[in-house]
């Protein structure tokens, strides 16, 4: 019946019963000849209409309710991917429970095959999932689960999950909503790593319901990241070793090499003819060239080895600067080349730190410099920065100039590296260990500092380093 009919009908229903009604209290001698039951027939007729017009409006209500439960389960419907139902006609009028029901029944059956999709999915999956109360009762696990503790289904549930055990800390216990934990397992097999995911399943009112974890096996990782950390340690164990191997036989080497040197000098203060000459310059030479590596060797496997020790005195950077222009002069004069130096004003003339460090950078940039220069000059820098660490220290840089062979960019890639040259053609043509610059680069960054090069090929090149040196009172150097 539609529901404009039904409307109609209750309406008439009810006018009738008002005429009736009418009728009867306009008949005044009608009240005479009933009596008592002139007023009882009244207000039973009176009592009737106001129960058909209250069915009515609860009629109205109840099918005003069940329309909005009927397009709640379309909606819902819809979200399964379960396209919904049109609504009928026998769905519109009194029959909206028969309507509400299909929907209901429609709804229950998009929700086993979504469950059953749900299901298939996890059961196929080889990382454990599992679902778990508030205190830790398990209400789900999948096949990967019970294959992993060798259980059943049945056993596992209501039992605690096996995430909350002693070997890991409680999932809730830092971020309630996502965590991430991972749990050492001994087996008889062996130890075996698993990494929980955690997340928290909430009810329709915000409030947790249970929480779901999935454990993914990660003990392939633990394996090779142990595998990793004994080999790093064997490497750094070999590497040090290798450090105070070439410190005891440098060591051991220096010496002798030390008496040759002597014994050539003395031998050089005799009376000797002019090839004898030649021979203990040539003996010399050579002895300074390998006292010159051996010391090279020794400095670098004792900064390798974290042995260095840094002084802090009084000295002067400007003498400094000026000791090791007029240690390189000769050397520059012979090869016709200019070598001066400029030193800012603001430079202080006397600053704590290790002169000896900063000396022996220096002599290993310019000559360098002077080595690979054929024309032209090096020009030694020296300005002072202000420190952004402490006020009562400031940066020295320095940067030696020279107009030589110059570096290409592949070329400076190679550099500060342990016995790396620019070329082979360098080592062939200069000499060198290649232990030089990555000594500069080391000691630099030991005083708190870094080093850096820019170069042109066939113009020269700016090798720059600055250091932190402190700042020294009248009364310090008193």
């Known amino acids: 019946m539609s529901s404009s009919r039904k409307t109609s009908m209750i309406y008439a229903l009810a006018l009738s019963l008002m005429a009736g009604l009418a009728a009867i209290i306009l008949q005044d001698d009608l009240r005479e000849r009933m009596g008592t039951a002139y007023y009882v027939v009244s207000l039973s007729i009176i009592g009737c209409v106001l129960l058909v017009l209250s069915g009515y409006l609860w009629d109205r209500a109840m099918i005003t309710r ?22 009928k006609d026998d769905e519109v009028g009194h029959d909206e429970i028969i309507g509400l029901a ?74 309630p909503a996502v965590q991430t934990f991972e749990q050492e397992i001994p087996t008889p097999a062996g130890t075996v ?19 779901q974890a999935v454990g993914h096996d990660i003990t392939a990782r633990k394996l090779a990241e142990a595998a990793l950390l004994r080999a790093k340690e064997a490497a750094e164990a070999a590497n040090r070793a290798k450090g105070e191997f070439l410190a005891i036989v440098s060591h051991e080497i220096r010496n002798p090499i030390s008496g040759v040197i002597g014994f050539a000098d003395i031998l050089g203060d005799t009376e000797l003819t002019a090839e004898q000459s030649e021979y203990v310059n040539l003996i010399r030479s050579s002895g300074d060239s390998l006292l010159f590596l051996i010391n090279d060797i020794l400095d670098f496997s004792k900064i390798e080895a974290g042995k260095i020790e840094l002084e802090h005195a009084p000295f002067s950077p400007r003498n400094c600067v000026q000791d090791v222009v007029a240690f390189f002069a000769p050397k520059a004069d012979a090869a016709q080349l200019a070598l001066d130096s400029k030193i800012a004003i603001d430079v202080p003339a006397v600053v704590s730190g290790d002169v000896y460090r900063l000396r022996q950078i220096l002599i290993n940039l310019v000559g360098n410099a002077v080595k690979f220069t054929r024309r032209g000059g090096v020009t ?32 400076i890639a190679k550099l500060f590296r342990p016995f790396a040259q620019a070329d082979a053609a360098t080592s062939r043509k200069y000499g060198g260990t290649g232990l030089g610059l990555i000594i500069c680069k080391r000691l630099t960054e030991l005083m708190g500092g870094n080093i850096w090069v820019e170069s042109t090929p066939g113009q020269g090149s700016k090798f720059s380093f600055a250091i932190r040196v402190g700042q020294v009172t009248p009364s310090t150097v008193a």
Not at 68 to 86: K, N, V
């Open 193 to 211: 790593w698993l990494q929980w995911i955690v997340r928290e399943i909430h009810d329709n009112e915000g409030r947790i319901h249970e929480y």
């Open 102 to 175: 299909r929907q209901i029944e429609r709804m229950a059956r998009s929700l086993q095959r979504v469950e059953a999709s749900y299901r298939g999915i996890v059961e196929d999956q080889f990382d454990l999932i599992c679902r778990y109360k508030q205190d830790g009762t398990l209400t789900f696990v999948n096949g990967a689960y019970c294959r992993f503790y060798a259980k059943k289904r049945a056993d596992l549930l209501g039992t605690p999950f096996a995430g909350l055990t002693s070997r890991s800390r409680l999932p809730w216990n830092s971020d």
């Open 66 to 87: 069940l329309r909005a439960l009927g397009s709640q389960a379309r909606s819902i419907q819809t979200d399964l991917d379960e396209p919904p139902a049109p609504a």
């Open 380 to 411: 030694v820098h020296l300005d002072a920065l202000a420190s952004d660490h402490a006020r009562d220290e400031l940066l020295l840089r320095f940067t030696i100039e020279d107009t030589g062979v110059g570096l290409t960019p592949e070329q």
